[in-house]
């Protein structure tokens, strides 16, 4: 959905598509609190997925009409951060909610908070700084807004944009969203406790280096591109000293390596940075629309190719459980494969822009 949602942000602007996505949010977790059946319920967590694609790209497309420079970088950096407590929230207060007050409860309750969101937008939002003036930034057609995106895609800047987002961001969200429990309770032998810790840690961590990137961003934009390098090395060493480990990692170690990992969430701000530097306001939806399906496309991929190569290495007569370190080892080192991909092209396209901003 980014694309449309991107599209549509540059039509109708931002703070109307962050109704809509509330409200879709609100509708999506009603249906799941009072789903009569699993087939139900997935209806409505895909109604709350479609809502949360309005989210994002509307919301940097909003920071940027009431800000520009390295005000923007920074404001960008830090409503991000500041929304990664819904992962907090969502691994600790609502499952204590779901435990103790029961499924339907504990579901309605989100969608009234949604509903309350939606409230909140009318009253108190707008999408410019000059929102006086009618139609400032936004486009006259849907159609007008597709041949912004088309323009968009052939700009290197906005290339590079997408492949930054594409080589930050999968390894943190693959890890957080898939990987991270199988591997660390099977493979590495931890107790689910320090699981949950982890990725709290790990939402916690992006509070520290949501900042910092920002100040980098704001401080000195010449040295985004190298902070994009920095990062991904950071997680390739990371993933090879965990690999290098001949039997279960400590602790402590485990909680390091997940914690560098955790950057590139963080990092992948840096592609919006990118891309307000060589579209318009009026076509920064569609752009930031297409950089943002980077990294989720960059992230089912190596969730599928982790998955795809330890079920090619478990063999069932062998007695040894599926989720053992040797495949995991291999399945994660298939991500080298996704990232050497999205460097090779970031390397390409920054080439490119920089020649085209001379």
Known sequence: MQIPVGILVDRFGAKVLLVVGAAIMAAGQLTVAFAPSLEYAVVGRMLVGLGDSFTF???IRMVNGWYSGAKASKIQQYVSTAGQTGQFFSAVPFWFMLENLG????????AAASLLVVLLLLAFTSNEVEEGKKNTHAVN?????WGQLVENVRIPGIRM????HFTTQPT???????WAVPYLVTAQGQKLEFVAFILSAMVGFGFITGPIIAEICARAPQHRTQ????????TVLAWVVLFAMPGSSPSWLLLACFLVI???GPASMVAFDFSKDFVPKQSLGSANGFANVGGFLATLIMMYLTGLVIDLLYDPNSGVDRYNLESFRWGFASQFLVIAIGIFFFTKESRKALKTSK
Request: glycine share 8%; hydrophobic share 55%; proline share 3%.
């Open 103 to 110: 499924w339907e409860p504990a579901f309605s309750v989100m």
């Open 57 to 59: 790209i509307s919301m």
């Open 141 to 145: 057609s849907v159609k007008q807004a």
């Open 227 to 234: 902070l994009v390098y920095s990062v991904v090395g950071l």
């Open 262 to 264: 955790s950057i590139g």
């Open 172 to 178: 943190t969200t693959s890890v957080g969203l898939l």
């Open 161 to 164: 944009s997408f492949w930054t």
